[in-house]
């Protein structure tokens, strides 16, 4: 028989053993580095220009980032941060390379969900980010998922559970208890607003003088800092269930949300939220938050059933959060919650199948306008990823037969430029609002 004291002891023993087995499979030159892009991918695939137009214009101005010369050729290779550099300096036929960015408006966000496992929601959400950060954009990501499957794709490993949503959730139990208190304290004729006590184990963490800053780390990307997670913070699910108990007028859904209202308008430029596979506390602060919601699903009958069911449960979680509509200071939140735009998009799709071509054409019929034009194909150089998770952006064209390289970009490309089509209203929409 077995009981949680023998568990408890196989994870004592696994404890001790896993900074050793963590220097059997890691080493420090394994970390993750993102690599220089030569100047046709700089002209053609991030510029969109001729590449000899471009090449003109820098052999023109030597004031402009050179890039470097690798031995196997006459290509110049450029990092990022130069690109971002030539970005923000040169015009190209009197047009700027800068993204659209609509003035004095926050960030948009977006949440990448479906409670339907490997239905390729940390694919698209790594290769949104990756795609963004190449068009010019400054990226946030949030990885609610304690798999850390994107976390561990941009190259965080090491991460303390205080750092992670569940930090960001238990910060905003302490702090919106605080404000709750003060209102009560301050209500006239001491009316019969309750006080609540946190027991000292959630006050003593320090959480709550965290700074907003404190949850945003860097990743190997200039342009992309991450709000990681890690396996401890599925713990969130279980501590938020308690954290409502505590405080039952405390609206847990809304922690992410104020959390990414403190962070000023101008600092990012897109917000991806990574969903875990299931409808719970972090995937209800996801979604609260977002702006935008896309649903990737694979091409089977069987991702079809699982995504319908995810939308009814959905819709069933949101309408339930409407008794929160008087608890919180009036304009901090809207109840109903009301996204800007909702999509599905196809995953893992395989143009020569017969099968998916007709769950193609199932899905545009169920979900109409709301389906997006572009799936992403199945492809190998996904699949092919090393130790860590690498997009098709980060992997080197001369790693694979060139044609797989470019169909899998295109592909990729394709449902990012949709994609961006969709943020663009919505954003526009959004300051029009302001
Ligand atoms: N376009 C694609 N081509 C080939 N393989 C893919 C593609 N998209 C996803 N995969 C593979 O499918 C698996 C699941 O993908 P992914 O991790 O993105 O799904 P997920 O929805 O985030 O899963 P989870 O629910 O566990 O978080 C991974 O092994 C991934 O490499
Ligand atoms: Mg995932």
Not at 214 to 237: H, L, Q, R
Not at 256 to 275: G, H, K, Q
């Amino acid at each position: 028989m077995y009981t949680h004291t023998d568990l408890a002891r196989l994870q004592a023993q696994s404890l001790k053993m896993q900074g050793w087995i963590r220097q059997q499979t890691y080493s420090p030159e394994n970390e993750k580095k993102l690599r220089r892009f030569s100047s046709w991918e700089v002209g053609e695939l991030i510029f969109k220009v001729n590449q000899s137009t471009l090449r003109g214009r820098l052999a023109a101005d030597p004031s402009l980032p050179q890039g470097l010369v690798e031995e196997d050729g006459r290509q110049r290779w450029y990092t990022l941060e130069e690109i971002n550099a030539i970005r923000r300096r040169l015009k190209v036929n009197r047009q700027s390379l800068m993204p659209y960015r609509p003035q004095n408006t926050r960030a948009i966000r977006a949440a990448i969900a479906n409670f339907k496992g490997g239905a390729g929601k940390s694919t698209v959400a790594l290769h949104f980010a990756h795609a963004a950060a190449l068009d010019g954009y400054r990226v946030l990501v949030v990885d609610f998922d304690p798999q850390a499957t994107l976390s561990h794709s941009m190259g965080l490993t090491d991460v303390a559970e205080e750092y992670t949503v569940w930090g960001i959730m238990a910060r905003d139990l302490i702090r919106e208890t605080e404000r709750m208190n003060a209102a009560a304290t301050g209500a006239e004729s001491g009316a019969a607003l309750p006080r609540r006590k946190l027991p000292a184990a959630i006050t003593d963490m320090g959480l709550g003088d965290l700074r907003v800053t404190d949850f945003i780390k860097p990743t190997c990307w200039p342009t992309i800092d991450i709000v990681p997670s890690c396996a401890n913070a599925a713990f969130v699910e279980f501590a938020s269930a308690q954290y409502r108990h505590l405080n039952p007028e405390w609206s847990f859904f809304a922690a992410v949300s104020r959390y990414l209202d403190a962070i000023p308008a101008d600092a990012y430029d897109l917000i991806l939220f990574d969903c875990p596979p299931a409808i719970g506390y972090q995937s209800m602060n996801a979604v609260f938050a977002a702006d935008v919601l896309y649903i990737p699903s694979g091409p089977g009958y069987w991702e079809y059933d699982s995504t319908t069911s995810f939308i009814g449960q959905l819709a069933e979680a949101l309408e339930d959060l409407s008794r929160f509509s008087n608890l919180v200071p009036a304009g901090t939140l809207k109840l109903p919650k009301a996204f800007r735009d909702v999509r599905f998009l196809l995953t893992r799709y395989e143009p020569g199948n017969d099968l998916h071509r007709a769950m193609r054409q199932a899905f545009i019929k169920v979900f109409e306008d709301r389906m997006t034009e572009h799936p992403i194909e199945m492809t190998r150089a996904v699949e092919q990823s090393g130790r860590f998770l690498s997009s098709i952006y980060e992997t080197d064209y001369r790693e694979m037969t060139r044609e797989t390289w470019r169909r899998a970009r295109a592909s990729f490309d394709r449902a990012y430029e949709e994609f961006r089509g969709h943020l663009t209203v919505a954003w526009k929409a959004m300051e029009a609002e302001k």
